[in-house]
């Protein structure tokens, strides 16, 4: 079972498009471990108490305040763990299995919250080349390069430019409850990447965990369900096609565009050195550190500076507002508490010297 604290809990974190639904599905093939299809229930989860970038009908700025003033922070983190560690358990208790892997990759906006609320669970990082993944964008769902770099800034924009700078930083953490997985490595070495994940997990290694099996049940359960790769359900057996799929998928606009946000140092961290060589032959240099973080500094400006809508500052402003009018009414009763008792106090001493 999934303790409180997150003790039997592996997180599955990886940028989108980084075949995390393929390590995902082979997991799930063993026999002690529950891998569903990105359960996302941490996202939303986290967020209960906090106003984002949106305002729901019912006012989310009230309702964070309400919240936070009925439980207490120290309350919300203790209902937030007992309900997290519940929704696993009922899942696992269904099936008879004892490990739980939670599979949703924009877990990346959550990694201090997550680290203060499971300190128990382990996180494998599914690591792949950056220039794959933007190719993989590209040809699944159409998302262009200039889109990835922020231009319209939308949800997949944030991968490259939050998510990718987090995934380097991951690469360089020594927490033992972390695992760096290579994509390549996943494809071209999947016995020993298996053994090196089981270990890690707390789980005896299964031959299982390195076929795909079309028919069998992880299969069947991501064909029914609408999240993840779905390119995964016409794929026979593990291969290595995807490789170099930058090579093949993005022009050359593209790569000069994706070199603005994609510094030289951050494809050393990661490991694809011989895609800085190629990237070079064709004439393309990648940014310093110092450019790039610049770059999505200045896209992200916009909402980091005022991403609050107008009626969320307002619809504080009212409950701001209210708190000072409940203030005040609290002060004029207890005003006329205190001239009623004197009135009262001065009949009857009335009442009194009348009847002497």
């Not at 303790?3 to 599905?25: A, D, F, V, Y």
């Not at 439980?71 to 309900?83: A, E, I, V």
């Not at 393309?284 to 400006?301: F, G, H, M, P």
């Amino acid at each position: 079972m999934v303790t409180k604290s997150g003790k039997n809990l592996t997180l599955l974190l990886s940028l989108p498009r980084s075949g995390s639904t393929l390590l995902n599905i082979l997991l799930a093939s063993h026999p002690d471990v529950l891998a569903p299809p990105e359960p996302w229930v941490l996202l939303p989860l986290l967020h209960l108490g906090k106003v984002g970038h949106w305002e729901r009908d019912f006012g989310a700025a009230h309702a964070s305040e309400a919240i936070h003033e009925f439980l207490g922070d120290d309350g919300l983190r203790r209902l937030t763990q007992n309900f997290a560690s519940e929704a696993y358990n009922q899942a696992l208790s269904r099936c008879g299995k004892h490990f739980f892997l939670d599979k949703t990759p924009r877990y990346y906006h959550l990694l201090d919250e997550l680290g203060t609320l499971l300190p128990d669970s382990k996180y494998i990082w599914l690591v792949r080349d950056p220039f794959d993944i933007a190719a993989s964008y590209k040809s699944t769902w159409e998302i262009s390069s200039s889109e990835l770099s922020g231009s319209p800034l939308t949800q997949y924009s944030y991968d490259f430019l939050v998510g990718l700078p987090l995934v380097v930083k991951a690469c360089s953490s020594s927490d033992r409850n972390r695992l760096i997985v290579r994509y390549e490595d996943l494809v071209t070495k999947p016995i020993e990447s298996m053994h090196e994940i089981s270990k890690f997990m707390g789980v005896r290694y299964d031959p299982a965990t390195t076929r795909l099996e079309p028919n069998g049940p992880a299969m069947i359960a991501q064909r029914h369900n609408g999240s993840g790769d779905r390119k995964i359900l016409r794929t026979k057996a593990i291969h290595t096609a995807s490789i170099g799929l930058w090579e093949r998928e993005l022009s050359d606009a593209d790569l000069h565009i994706l070199a603005k946000i994609i510094s030289r140092t951050m494809m050393e961290s990661l490991g694809f050195v011989s895609t800085i060589y190629a990237l070079e032959k064709r004439g393309v240099q990648l940014a310093n550190d110092l450019s790039s973080e610049r770059y999505r500094k200045t896209i992200l400006k916009p909402v980091s500076t005022d991403s609050t809508p107008k009626y969320i500052n307002q619809t504080k402003q009212l409950t701001t507002d209210l708190k000072a009018v409940r203030a005040d009414a609290d002060a004029r009763l207890e005003q006329v508490q205190k001239l009623t008792t004197l009135v009262k106090q001065h009949e009857a001493e009335s009442a009194n010297r009348g009847g002497q």
